[in-house]
């Protein structure tokens, strides 16, 4: 037998075990050691094809014709099946009902605020809501104050960078307001 072919069989006998071979590779090598001119050191895999192509078809054939449920058992799985179905059902409606038209338990915007008045805790929305509301106008008018400053300190500084005439030291300037600001 010449080289080249044991160095195919080689080749083709590494991917079958890797499970790269196409089928006609697969051929091929069933071809090979059925022939019967199979060098000494590849002999060991001859019991391995023989069983490929004559037993397991054979024992995959008697399988199959063997496996049918009986009627009794298809009835079981169809019935464990439909009781599977309604059960997901069931619960399915269950966390629709419950979960997502869910509503919350009142609409007061205050029912859960609370107020600390002379060391006494205050819940009742009709007491809190006054203080809330005013605390909230309180701090509108210290955020608008806020900006009203920001923007004056920016005006400001803008004027004190046009008082230098040299562009560098401008530069200069701004670069140490910008990191100390």
């Known amino acids: 037998m010449d080289s080249d ?3 195919r069989i080689d080749l083709l006998l590494e991917r079958f075990f890797e499970g790269e071979t196409s089928k006609a590779e697969e051929e091929e090598l ?6 019967g001119e199979v060098p000494e050191r590849l002999r060991p895999y001859c019991s391995l094809f023989k069983y490929i192509t004559d037993e397991l078809p054979r024992e995959l054939e008697a399988a199959e014709a063997g496996f049918t449920l009986p009627r009794r058992s298809r ?6 099946g439909l009781v599977a179905l309604a059960a997901a059902l069931l619960l399915g409606g269950l966390f ?4 997502l038209d869910r509503k919350p338990a009142t609409s007061e915007p205050y029912a859960y605020c609370y107020i600390r008045r002379d060391g006494k805790t205050i819940t009742d929305p ?3 809501r006054p203080v809330v509301e005013a605390t909230l106008q309180q701090l509108a008018l210290q955020k608008q104050q806020t900006d009203s400053l920001y923007r004056k300190a920016q005006d400001w500084q803008e004027q004190l960078l046009e008082a230098f005439p040299d562009p560098y030291a401008r530069q200069a300037a701004r670069q140490i307001l910008n990191d100390n600001l």
Do not use: E, I, M, P
């Open 30 to 35: 069933y071809a090979f050691f059925a022939s």
């Open 75 to 80: 009835l079981r799985f169809l019935w464990r």
């Open 96 to 99: 629709l009902t419950r979960f």
């Open 126 to 128: 009709a007491l809190v």
């Open 5 to 7: 072919k044991l160095q």
